[in-house]
């Protein structure tokens, strides 16, 4: 299983929004909804972000948002905080348990 | 709260084995399947193995299948990741993911810190 694409680095200023891609296939992205983006500190537990293509669990701002289009998904953050910056990881659902990531997006806030 | 606390990582040879553990606490742990994920050096994460609520289903990324077992122990809340014929390739932080669901098709939701496996000679 090949991991999933994403933009190897994103940058914003504090206050505006960034959006970070995820390719896949028909295979995982594209074949089920349940692709989840997690929030990566180094040296820290990685934190989700959102699941199931676009909900948020109980805790996290509505300033994430996740949405899918084909075999692309994406994660938008409007209001860019600085401790937004972080490394940024979809993944996706293929089937029989399994799952696959994406390479990770390194965000920083200008 | 839920925590996930992951050890038993280490440097070893080549060919060697390791086992890797996962304390759990704040939940309902035989309700719920758990993951292992690891993450190699300057690299992304990547998904090695699940063991449904019960145990009873197991699944594996072929990068590892063959070498690696997953098992749990309900009683003790624990988890664990056998690791058999380690190679280069095999070094990595070693995190548990706890899934959304009993047999590891609802996505993770709470990670560990993770544990350091080094395989070199």
């Known amino acids: 299983q090949s991991a999933l694409t994403q933009p190897a680095s994103v940058s914003g200023s504090p206050g505006q929004s960034i959006t970070i891609s995820c390719t896949g296939t028909?295979?995982?992205?594209?074949?089920?909804?349940?692709v989840s983006w997690y929030q990566h500190h180094p040296g820290k537990a990685p934190k989700l972000m959102i699941y199931?293509?676009?909900k948020r669990p109980s805790g996290v701002s509505n300033r994430f948002s996740g949405s899918k289009s084909g075999n692309t998904a994406s994660l938008t953050i409007s209001g860019l905080q600085a401790e937004d910056e972080a490394d940024y990881y979809c993944?996706?659902?293929?089937?029989?348990?399994?799952?696959?990531f994406g390479g990770g997006t390194k965000l920083t806030v200008l | 709260q839920v925590q996930l606390v992951e050890s038993g990582g280490g440097v070893v040879q080549p060919g060697t084995s390791l086992r890797l553990s996962c304390a759990a606490s704040?939940?309902?742990?035989?309700?719920?399947?758990i993951h292992w994920v690891r993450q190699a050096p300057g690299k992304g994460l990547e998904w090695v193995a699940v063991?449904?609520?019960?145990?009873?289903?197991?699944y594996y990324a072929d990068s590892v299948k063959g070498r690696f077992t997953i098992s749990r122990d309900n009683s003790k809340n624990t988890l664990y990741l056998q690791m058999n014929s380690l190679r280069a390739e095999d070094t990595a932080v070693y995190y548990c993911a706890k899934d959304r669901g009993p047999y590891g098709n609802s996505g993770f939701d709470y990670w560990g810190q993770g544990t350091q496996v080094t395989v070199s000679s």
């Open positions: 028909s295979s995982d992205v594209g074949g089920y909804n349940y």
């Open positions: 199931d293509v676009s």
């Open positions: 063991i449904s609520y019960d145990g009873s289903n197991k």
């Open positions: 704040g939940f309902t742990f035989k309700s719920y399947a």
């Open positions: 993944s996706s659902y293929t089937g029989s348990s399994t799952w696959v």
